[in-house]
């Protein structure tokens, strides 16, 4: 709470506009040329010989087996030259340019956002592929140390929204790859670089999130499955579709009962449980569901002021903490507020 | 105190506006020269303001942020009515859901 912002903290620093959440999230072949030259380009910018093949690959799962078959001899990593070296020093570039308030100001209104997104997305594929691909211990250990190899193409979108890389500067060539493909792995004879996923599927705060298949899918099968951001397996998907009241409440695992609950729908399951409103004002109504050997299920259901194009208007349910009264003391808990304060004077 | 969907704006006294805030430059505006409140990830859908002012982004990711509208301004979004505001300072609440042993943001 002592940051000390001030007038000299204005962000000037140039960084390339391009939409780096929409690199961040794009899907499908992007243009392959583009990737290789990109790949080259930052070898070269490293002081390196450009790599003597670029081999391609359908996911970072298709080519951590690659890398792990035996079936190419790519030489050493050289990740630390052409991504952290040049990493490090536009950071400290720019961190001598606006000091250390002025970078952490400029972060906070460039990448900071979009790097706890795509950081969720990260872990997830690394936990994926070593899920997928590991055997015994020594197998696992040898696919962590591969996967740090990696320069997360696309998924580095947060930081290099921080700098320029326009044609010229430093990070061009990580930058140029990042725009057309997913991770890749710099070796000193040969880089191995994989596609963008087929699909990916996001929650509006952008968190994995899909009900009926994959949340996350690579053209080679490798997939990854979540609800609103929690890892799920498929088959806990697949069994979603023929939920009841009942196994709903035979679920002991309290995280999948929520995302049992929210796939179900409330609403749906109050009225199929005959439950009564704990209580109902102007703000909305508040409801409660009783659960064996669990804190109680409470929300409110609240109701956007504006109509829909159809005229309904859309109701949303929040959960809030089980020891809420009233609906105005849960919708002003959900801003943050007490009851007594939370009065809208307009509301849309 | 004004709700738009998942925002809320609250007013904030003359007095109680931190004096960093009053220095601060403030956060970049969106590709449409607007203050962005809150984005929606993959709709865009975004709560928004066009006019002069300024929003200042405190600790933490979502917030809370304070917003600053030297001559009042307009809150939009694609799928909520707008909302004027009168001049002055305000502090931008997101809402957020209760989950057990942690809380989460909500997104509309």
Redesign the interface.
Known sequence: MTRNLSATTETSIETTPRDWRAVAAATGSGDRTAAEAGVRLAYTRAGLAEPERIVWAASPLAAVELLTSGSIAPGAPVREAVRNGPWAAERARLHTALGTNGYSAHWRATGADLWDLTNSVVERIRAGVIDAAAGDRKRERQIRVLLLDAVLGQHEAAWLSAYDTAPGHPLDGVAAVAAQAGWWWPYAKVAVITERPLELHRDEAGRLDRGDGPALAYADGFVLHAWRGMPVTAEFLDSLRSLTPQRIREEENAELRRVMLEYYGYDRYLTESDARPLHRDETGILWRIALDGDEDVVMVEVVNSTPEPDGAYRTYWLRVPPTTRTAREGVAWTFGLGADIYEPLQQT | ?????DV?I?ALAEHAVPE??R???G??RDGRGRLVLAL????GHAHAIAGPGRL??E?G?FG?MLLHLPEGGRVV?E?????GLPKGWYRV?R??????GSV?????
């Open positions: 105190m004004y709700r738009q969907g809320l609250v960093h805030a220095a601060a430059m956060e970049k929606g990830e993959v709709t200042i982004r600790a990711a809370p979004h799928e909520h009515a707008a909302i609440v809402q957020r859901e209760y989950v057990p989460r943001v909500v997104a509309d």
